[in-house]
């Protein structure tokens, strides 16, 4: 069993920066590849990056290449995402996840987080 909680999220800038947070409890945590995923009004929830459990790999959607990194400490138990160049479009709520291997798809994780508010204003 893994409980996630998001924070870091808020209002923006657009071109500002935010960095959020998922600290998960359980001690399996370092055995589950983590994930962000983001869902805007009216709009089904999007990956956004991944990486392996072990840190050594990660993957991004192409919309966030390049501005966004996720990172892990397995020691903290809690994944990063920093989130740097934003846009007005990268408004959503974001979640993070927690599932057996990298996936792209939300179906293919066990646990979420209850998810946090980013707002970036033009």
């Known amino acids: 069993q893994v409980q996630l909680v998001e924070s870091g999220g808020g209002l923006v800038q657009a071109g500002g920066s935010l960095r959020l947070s998922c600290a998960a409890s359980?001690?399996?945590?370092?055995?589950?590849?983590m994930g962000w995923f983001r869902q805007a009004p009216g709009k089904e929830r999007e990956f956004v990056a991944v990486?392996?459990?072990?840190?050594?790999?990660?993957y991004y959607a192409d919309s966030v290449k390049g501005r966004f990194t996720i990172s892990r400490d397995n020691a903290k138990n809690t994944v990063y995402l920093q989130m740097n160049s934003l846009k007005p479009e990268d408004t959503a709520v974001y979640y993070c996840?927690?599932?057996?291997?990298?996936?792209?798809?939300?179906?293919?994780?066990?646990?979420w987080g209850q998810g946090t508010q980013v707002t970036v204003s033009s």
């Open positions: 990486l392996t459990w072990s840190g050594s790999s990660t």
């Open positions: 359980g001690r399996s945590f370092s055995t589950y590849a």
């Open positions: 996840a927690a599932g057996p291997r990298n996936a792209r798809n939300p179906n293919g994780y066990d646990y």
